[in-house]
């Protein structure tokens, strides 16, 4: 009870003007990066992070969760009003609001979805800080093998995840391992695949890979990309007329999306967002396809029904809580933009774990009180005072904005590392995976390699070291063994006994 206290008394830093103003100012980039198709809210993280450098930790944390909630509401701007997902949660949002923006309702549908996403992001901030104490003394006893086990199951869980590119995702996530090995030893004081190169002793810094990975493959991937779907969306967005007093959903369909709705989309959103990798794509898409099962009207659904609006935003908001679980107590990112903000508390000192909510309380606290802050107060306010404007932001010319990008990017990396071979470092990086993203090779796993590789050596050679080279000591230690089993679950029901067609699998692809 310590912790809620300390969150909720932490809402009075919302109160210190600079707090505020990076706040809103996170939430309102998030949201257009969310909502401009091509861009997302990890890319906007990733570009503000060296500015984290400038900030104390507390407000640098409190302006990435506010950026993370953003980004989950921001996708469902364009998805609704010309059919384009500004971001991949936001794909469920589109079967349904489109539909109601071609029958004239498109501003009652984003304001579902603002609904939604306000109850989902409030109840998934609200599970995870009463929540993630009592999983912090959970995690505390899990021993030295028992966290190797958690840290395979997390990257097995992110590899296998990637539906039809297992084979891809596996080696990108072996690539991520490799690069973690690049520098000094884990446990000894000798260098390792340097190459004489003395710039790489400390190894590959973690703001170049955050930067290459995301902002500067983004920009190449738009580069080169043969369709631009800018002009068309600029062409669909002057035709939209929205007026604020349209927003306003009727307490009647409210009524009828029903508050079970509401919440049962929000549990499947969250506890999908505990899980490594999954995402809010995954949270909304089991959401929508639930709603749809548990209908009395199924063929409504993708015709413009409201109730798929409301599931698929409360669930996909919701995920923002739940992915912050593994996170803060293990260290595990669950999806990319977890991994950022890992990077943000690692550059800054802090080190995620079971003692984190006990030692530095303080510093995590603020970030979860501008989480709920973000989800109560900022998607309701941002929606009616500029909302009519938000999709007006796809008509900017993308030849001036990715330029702008790409020149953030590199003078980005610069300044967090002051270092001209860690600029070109995020260059290279960049270039890497824009080629295994062309390829179909997802970097999401490379980067969770790349951050995990480090712990998942060295509690691997301290558990062999323990048991002097047993192997077998893995499935011998009631915390390892659990992972272990927990893993193979995974993999029967995600490999070898894939799920069955659900009812709007058909229609999400």
């Given at each position: 009870?310590?912790?809620?206290?300390?969150?909720?008394?932490?809402?009075?830093?919302?109160?210190?003007?600079?707090?505020l103003?990076?706040?809103?100012?996170?939430?309102?980039?998030?949201?257009?990066f969310a909502?401009?198709?091509?861009?997302?809210?990890?890319l906007?993280?990733?570009?503000?992070?060296?500015?984290?450098?400038?900030?104390?930790?507390?407000?640098?944390?409190?302006?990435?969760?506010?950026?993370?909630?953003?980004?989950?509401?921001?996708?469902?701007?364009?998805?609704?009003?010309?059919?384009?997902?500004?971001?991949?949660?936001?794909?469920?949002?589109?079967?349904?609001?489109?539909?109601?923006?071609?029958?004239?309702?498109?501003?009652?549908?984003?304001?579902?979805?603002?609904?939604?996403?306000?109850?989902?992001?409030?109840?998934?901030?609200?599970?995870?800080?009463?929540?993630?104490?009592?999983?912090?003394?959970?995690?505390?006893?899990?021993?030295?093998?028992?966290?190797?086990?958690?840290l395979?199951?997390?990257l097995?869980?992110?590899v296998?995840?990637?539906?039809?590119r297992?084979?891809?995702?596996?080696?990108?996530?072996c690539?991520?391992?490799?690069?973690?090995?690049?520098?000094l030893?884990?446990?000894?004081?000798?260098?390792?695949?340097?190459?004489?190169?003395?710039?790489?002793?400390?190894?590959?810094?973690?703001?170049?890979?955050?930067?290459?990975?995301?902002?500067?493959?983004?920009?190449?991937?738009?580069?080169?990309?043969?369709?631009?779907?800018?002009?068309?969306?600029?062409?669909?967005?002057?035709?939209?007329?929205?007026?604020?007093?349209?927003?306003?959903p009727?307490?009647?369909?409210?009524?009828?999306?029903?508050?079970?709705?509401?919440?049962?989309?929000?549990?499947?959103?969250?506890?999908?967002?505990?899980?490594?990798?999954?995402?809010?794509?995954?949270?909304?898409?089991?959401?929508y396809?639930?709603?749809?099962?548990?209908?009395?009207?199924?063929?409504?659904?993708?015709k413009?029904?409201?109730?798929?609006?409301?599931?698929?935003?409360?669930?996909?908001?919701?995920?923002?809580?739940?992915?912050?679980?593994?996170?803060?107590?293990?260290?595990i990112?669950?999806?990319?933009?977890?991994?950022?903000?890992?990077?943000v508390?690692?550059?800054?000192?802090?080190?995620?774990?079971?003692?984190?909510?006990?030692d530095?309380?303080?510093?995590?606290a603020?970030?979860?009180?501008?989480?709920?802050?973000?989800?109560?107060?900022?998607?309701?306010?941002?929606?009616?005072?500029?909302?009519?404007?938000?999709?007006?932001?796809?008509?900017?010319?993308?030849?001036?904005?990715?330029?702008v990008?790409?020149?953030l990017?590199?003078?980005?990396?610069?300044?967090?590392?002051?270092?001209?071979?860690?600029?070109?470092?995020?260059?290279?990086?960049?270039?890497?995976?824009?080629?295994?993203?062309?390829?179909?090779?997802?970097?999401?796993?490379?980067?969770?390699?790349y951050i995990?590789?480090?712990?998942?050596?060295?509690?691997?050679?301290?558990?062999?070291?323990?048991?002097?080279?047993?192997?077998?000591?893995?499935v011998t230690?009631?915390?390892?063994?659990?992972?272990?089993?927990?893993?193979?679950?995974?993999?029967?029901?995600?490999?070898?006994?894939?799920?069955?067609?659900?009812p709007?699998?058909?229609?999400?692809?």
């Amino acid at each position: 009870m310590d912790f809620v206290f300390l969150v909720f008394s932490s809402f009075s830093l919302l109160a210190d003007p600079v707090n505020l103003t990076y706040v809103i100012l996170g939430f309102v980039i998030g949201t257009i990066f969310a909502a401009i198709p091509g861009l997302t809210a990890t890319l906007a993280m990733a570009l503000l992070l060296p500015l984290t450098y400038t900030l104390s930790v507390e407000t640098a944390l409190m302006a990435c969760a506010s950026i993370y909630m953003a980004g989950m509401c921001g996708g469902s701007i364009t998805a609704i009003t010309i059919n384009i997902p500004g971001a991949p949660s936001s794909m469920m949002t589109a079967l349904d609001g489109f539909p109601m923006q071609q029958k004239g309702k498109g501003a009652l549908a984003l304001g579902h979805a603002a609904l939604g996403s306000m109850f989902g992001g409030a109840v998934g901030a609200l599970l995870l800080i009463a929540v993630a104490p009592f999983v912090a003394e959970l995690s505390l006893l899990v021993k030295t093998t028992g966290k190797f086990s958690l840290l395979a199951f997390a990257l097995i869980v992110v590899v296998i995840a990637q539906r039809g590119r297992i084979p891809q995702a596996g080696l990108a996530a072996c690539i991520g391992l490799m690069l973690a090995t690049v520098g000094l030893d884990a446990m000894e004081p000798i260098t390792r695949f340097t190459y004489g190169y003395s710039s790489l002793t400390a190894g590959i810094d973690l703001m170049p890979v955050i930067i290459g990975t995301f902002a500067i493959a983004e920009v190449l991937t738009q580069a080169s990309a043969r369709i631009d779907i800018s002009a068309a969306a600029a062409a669909a967005a002057n035709k939209v007329k929205i007026r604020r007093r349209d927003f306003l959903p009727p307490l009647s369909e409210i009524r009828k999306i029903g508050f079970g709705c509401y919440f049962k989309s929000c549990l499947i959103g969250y506890f999908v967002g505990t899980l490594p990798g999954a995402g809010g794509s995954m949270g909304s898409f089991l959401a929508y396809t639930e709603t749809v099962r548990n209908s009395s009207e199924p063929e409504t659904f993708g015709k413009g029904n409201p109730q798929g609006i409301a599931a698929s935003e409360s669930a996909n908001n919701a995920v923002c809580g739940g992915a912050m679980v593994p996170m803060l107590t293990f260290g595990i990112p669950g999806d990319p933009i977890t991994a950022i903000m890992l990077g943000v508390l690692v550059i800054n000192g802090i080190q995620p774990g079971p003692q984190l909510m006990a030692d530095q309380a303080g510093l995590i606290a603020p970030m979860l009180a501008a989480l709920l802050f973000s989800a109560v107060v900022l998607i309701p306010l941002t929606l009616w005072l500029i909302g009519p404007y938000f999709i007006k932001i796809v008509s900017v010319r993308k030849d001036v904005l990715y330029a702008v990008i790409a020149l953030l990017a590199v003078v980005g990396s610069f300044v967090a590392t002051y270092s001209t071979f860690q600029m070109f470092m995020a260059l290279g990086m960049g270039v890497l995976a824009f080629y295994l993203r062309r390829n179909g090779f997802p970097v999401i796993t490379m980067l969770l390699g790349y951050i995990l590789g480090p712990n998942l050596e060295e509690f691997l050679r301290r558990s062999l070291a323990l048991s002097n080279g047993d192997p077998t000591t893995f499935v011998t230690n009631p915390d390892s063994l659990f992972f272990v089993a927990l893993t193979l679950v995974f993999v029967y029901f995600l490999v070898i006994r894939k799920p069955a067609n659900t009812p709007g699998a058909a229609k999400a692809k």
